[in-house]
């Protein structure tokens, strides 16, 4: 298992699977993709799964947008936008023998089916789960090493990990059941599997992480990997120039940050690495230009 003294970067190399959650809006898809970029730079083969249906992984990374296939996004890095429907309809065909197409379309328009995917408790979240374990633990094309998981913004990123547990407690038979309980176990396990929080140095998004680390504890028994502190604004200089209307909003975003950084570092011991808010579009430079702030402040 990773040893807690080792970079972050090399802990999060060693993982099959690193879940990146975080409100919609803090940048945990740009944190997402840049952890993935920083682990493929060190030699891993990553997957970067994007779960949110407005794709915006390929404007990080400069590529063209998924539609849900596998595309490449660089040396060692690939990108997918995934959707959960669109797992479990992959699954479901996959079980037809050949020449049965018509059998899997009469499945998936059938009510039924319908109603069981939106209605069963955790199975979406858990046949996204379940995409990236038959990824790192059955192989395919092209093969990776580490898969990175943006997360869906919506609920708290303890949702997605408790998932397959509560699943694997409800169907406890048969092939989905033995599926359901390996998915458990790989989510469980944190030699296999990490999580980090995206957020912003924000009152709001600040008392949100620390509730999540605290849930963690309570739920998972342990906590996430990291905290990712993104977006902080820069000290406005002594110097600075332009109307003083927006200096001063400006010195005032920054004394925020400052306060709830306190405040972050008063409940999270744990590593932390704080990212500044640049003046750069959702493009690959934003990425490059952060690439070297992710060494890490140490708490
Ligand atoms: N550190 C940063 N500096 C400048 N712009 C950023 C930074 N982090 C995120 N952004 C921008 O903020 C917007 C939201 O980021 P995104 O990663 O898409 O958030 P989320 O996935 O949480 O909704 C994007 O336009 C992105 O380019
Ligand atoms: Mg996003």
């Known amino acids: 298992m990773a040893k807690p003294a080792e970079p972050l970067l ?3 190399a060693a993982r099959q699977l690193v879940v990146v959650t975080g409100k919609g809006g803090v940048g945990k898809t740009t944190v997402a993709a840049l952890l993935g970029l920083a682990l493929s730079r060190i030699g891993r083969r990553v997957l970067l799964l994007e779960t949110d249906p407005r794709e915006s992984l390929h404007q990080v990374l400069g590529i ?6 596998v595309v ?5 890095l690939w990108a997918q936008n995934l959707q959960a429907p669109a797992v479990m309809e992959g699954l479901v065909r996959e079980k037809m023998p050949f020449g049965l197409g018509s059998v899997a379309d ?9 109603h069981f995917v939106e209605g069963a408790p955790g199975l979406k979240e858990t046949a996204l789960l379940g995409h990236a374990y038959r990824i790192v633990h059955h192989g395919g094309r092209p093969k990776v090493d580490t ?3 943006d997360a869906p913004a919506t609920g708290h990123g303890l949702s997605l990990l408790t998932a397959p547990g509560l699943l694997a407690d409800a169907i406890r038979d ?3 059941g033995e599926i359901t309980a390996e998915i458990a176990a790989f989510v469980a396990d944190p030699a296999r599997c990490a999580l980090v929080v995206a957020t912003l140095a924000e009152e709001m998004p600040v008392q949100e992480t620390l509730e999540l680390i605290a ?3 309570e739920k998972l028994g342990r906590g996430p990997e990291a905290v990712v502190v993104n977006a902080l604004y820069p000290p406005c200089g002594v110097g600075a120039k332009g109307p003083s209307e927006a200096l001063a909003l400006w010195r005032e975003r920054r004394q925020l940050n400052e306060r709830e950084l ?3 570092k008063a409940g999270w011991k744990g590593d932390r690495i704080e990212l500044p808010l640049l003046p750069v579009d959702r493009s690959p430079a934003l990425l490059e230009d952060l690439l070297p702030f992710l060494g890490g402040a140490r708490p």
Not at 64 to 69: M, V, Y
Not at 106 to 114: C, D, E, G, N, T
Request: glycine fraction near 12%; proline fraction near 11%; charged fraction near 25%.
């Open 262 to 264: 306190r405040r972050l």
């Open 106 to 114: 009469r499945i998936l328009a059938h009510p039924v089916y319908q």
């Open 64 to 69: 063209e947008p998924s539609g849900g296939k």
């Open 72 to 76: 490449p996004a660089g040396p060692r």
């Open 174 to 176: 048969g092939q989905l």
């Open 10 to 12: 090399e802990r999060l």
């Open 215 to 217: 849930l963690l504890q």
């Open 147 to 149: 898969i990175l998981l």
